[in-house]
């Protein structure tokens, strides 16, 4: 793009040189000077021209600069940076180089491109060698006397085209312009055709493409002039229908990256990105069957109490409804403590956590966001509330693949898995919402920032020990967790004597804290035993 930037700047300075500067200095009235824009008898020379043309084209974006050791005079101001030295250097030892540099303009990447222009006309020697401004004699043809620089900006290459185009076109317009004052300096009837080419010059200006070309097909300069124009036009609107290919083609990628963000998205909500990180997969094409990783995690158990019961009375429609209203609430809980749902059973959630906290973090939230659901959307609409019970075990877990090459998926494989779903069944009976396992308590950050109390050692279905189980209250109703914060140090007391071998002791505790709160299901289920114990 740089480069075709500096040919049209050339192009145009030999157009200018044979077809006005020629004939204007044909005429002894008229010269050539560097300071002419306060004589209208004086034309610019052309370096002079091209470089007031990049002057004016710097606002349109368009930087080019024209430099060298010795300039005239009254450019003495214009002084080399490090670029222009080292490419002055480069260029006087091989003036066909091409200099380039990495830079910055307002924080975009952009390149600055130098290249060598020579003296290839006598008649520019002679004006260098005896023009009073000029700083230099001496000259020849062949010597390298200045550097055309230009500074592309990447991020706007697309833009580098259009331009370009108006740079010419513009360019066009000042030399037809000229053209005419020479028309009208030297006759009436090349003025006319001149005209009309100007109107052709606009036209082009407009992205009229079809447009005639005037005096394109004859021999004199006007007929050159016509010629080069047509070569632009067809280039401007070829760079035209490129743009429009690449804006097509823009829009296309466009699409398809819009299109494949909707396919990740739609993947992420069967295959959790977690679930890939954990398995260190970039995205669910690399995972293969039997891909498998070894990780300390919390399992989370939920469900709703007495869902086959409570799904008798709604009809199918009803039932899916219903499930996906409440899914929709607590979905997002566990997301936002940074665990991921690895499978939906029915109305019942498995979800993992790389920390204890945060799961007991979500469960305490999900407790309480149903609260204010039933409070809500239930009990104010005369509907039964919800209840769920939630169980949580942490220990070491294998996550993977399993299946076969045409239908696989993900699961977890672990005893901790089994005894979160043990614990969590466990929660109906002893009528707490809430159960975690010692595994569980012991892994916690900071446990004293809960209210925690013990509840049984308990044996379940494929655990030959016993396992300590607990009652988290944060996620109780005020009511509820008042009502047992007020009777924990007498229940607190109640289990070292039951632990200790005090039944008696043990027994008289536990009735204190029931006449306190008759509604306690885990001290009821104490003096049953108990009870038992003492007959037996």
Known sequence: AALETIHQYKTVRGIYSR???????AHPEFSATVEHSDNINEIPPPATFILD???????????????????????????????????????????EAVISEETSIDGHRAYRVAVGDVFRQQTCVDCHNYHPLSIKKGWKLGDLRGVFEVVVDVERLLDTG?????????????????????GVMIGR??????????????????????????????????????????????????????????????????????????????????????????????????????????????????????FTTLSETMTPNDNFSFINNYLGRMGPIIRDHKG????????????????????????????????RYNQEERIRYG???IRIGIGINTGSLMLGTIGEKDRMDGTVISDAVNLAARVEGLTKAYGVPLMITDNTLNALADPGKYSIRPLDSVTVKGKSNQVAVFEVLDGLSDHDRAAKEATLE???????????????????????CLAANPNDTPVRLHLSRLAVEVEA
């Open 340 to 371: 991921f749902i690895d499978k939906y059973i029915g109305d019942a959630i498995m979800a993992l956590f790389d920390e204890p906290d945060n799961a007991l973090a979500a469960a305490v939230d999900m407790l309480q966001r149903l609260e």
């Open 189 to 306: 009837p090349i003025a006319h055709r001149l005209s009309e080419m100007r109107g052709a010059v606009q036209a082009v200006a407009d992205g009229r493409w079809d447009v005639d070309i005037p005096a394109s097909k004859s021999n004199d300069e006007i007929g050159a002039l016509g010629g080069a124009l047509e070569v632009f036009r067809e280039n401007a609107k070829r760079r035209v229908e490129l743009e429009e290919e690449q804006l097509d083609l823009y829009n296309q990628i466009k699409s398809q990256i819009v299109l494949l963000t909707d396919t990740n998205k739609s993947i992420e909500r069967f295959v959790p990105n977690t679930f890939l990180k954990l398995l260190n997969k970039e995205n669910v094409i690399d995972v293969e069957l039997g891909d498998y990783a070894l990780r300390d995690m919390s399992v989370l158990f939920t469900d709703i109490r007495d």
């Open 19 to 25: 077809n006005v500067v020629r004939k204007v200095l």
């Open 490 to 512: 007498t229940y607190l007391a109640a289990i070292a004597a039951l632990k200790s071998g005090h039944p008696v002791r043990a027994r008289r505790l536990f009735e204190e």
């Open 53 to 95: 043309i990049s002057e004016a084209l710097s606002k349109e974006g368009i930087s080019l600069k024209f430099y060298s050791p010795f300039p005239f005079a009254n450019r003495a101001d214009r002084k080399m940076d490090a670029f222009g030295a080292k490419a002055w250097e480069l260029l006087s030892a091989n003036p």
């Open 383 to 385: 509907r039964d509330a």
């Open 162 to 182: 259009d331009r370009v185009s108006r740079f010419v076109i513009l360019a066009f317009v000042a030399s037809g312009l000229l053209i005419v004052l020479v």
